[in-house]
């Protein structure tokens, strides 16, 4: 009986995690200090409660920066498979390259107007 490439594959990987984590314990340094105990904040000394109030600034940029940054996930693919060379194979069969593009232009067009509403609301304006 011939054991499957896959499960040699998955037996070596977990072999290899549990033989590091029981090396990391028997060989690992077990000193604790206070050093080691306080929180590591970005190479700084902690101040203060981690716990205070963020201003929505932040948010509403980390949520922008997340919808613009997957929209133009979508975009890239778009923009390599498209446009290939004759010769090479397409992602898009040549009779849907037009509407396809259509697509796309309403798809930025989303884009710009999701911009404009966020400009024109004031969430990249600092006080």
């Known amino acids: 009986m011939e054991i499957p490439p ?4 998955v037996g ?37 409660d981690a716990r205070q109030p963020f201003d929505v600034k932040f ?6 920066f997340l ?10 693919p778009w923009a390599v ?3 290939l060379p004759e010769g090479q194979a397409s992602g898009i069969p040549a009779e849907l390259r037009g509407t396809v593009f259509g697509v796309m232009l309403v798809f930025m067009a989303t884009l710009v107007i999701a ?6 609301k004031g969430v990249f304006k600092w006080r």
Do not use: Q
């Open 115 to 120: 911009y404009a509403y966020a400009w024109k």
């Open 12 to 48: 070596a990987l977990i072999g290899f995690v549990v033989t590091n984590m029981i090396l990391t314990h028997v060989i690992g340094p077990r000193k604790k200090t206070a050093v080691k105990d306080m929180p590591y904040e970005s190479g700084m000394d902690p101040v203060g």
């Open 67 to 76: 919808v613009f940054d997957v929209e133009l996930l979508f975009l890239y």
């Open 6 to 9: 896959l499960l040699v594959y």
């Open 59 to 64: 948010y509403l940029v980390a949520i922008l």
């Open 81 to 83: 498979s498209a446009y």
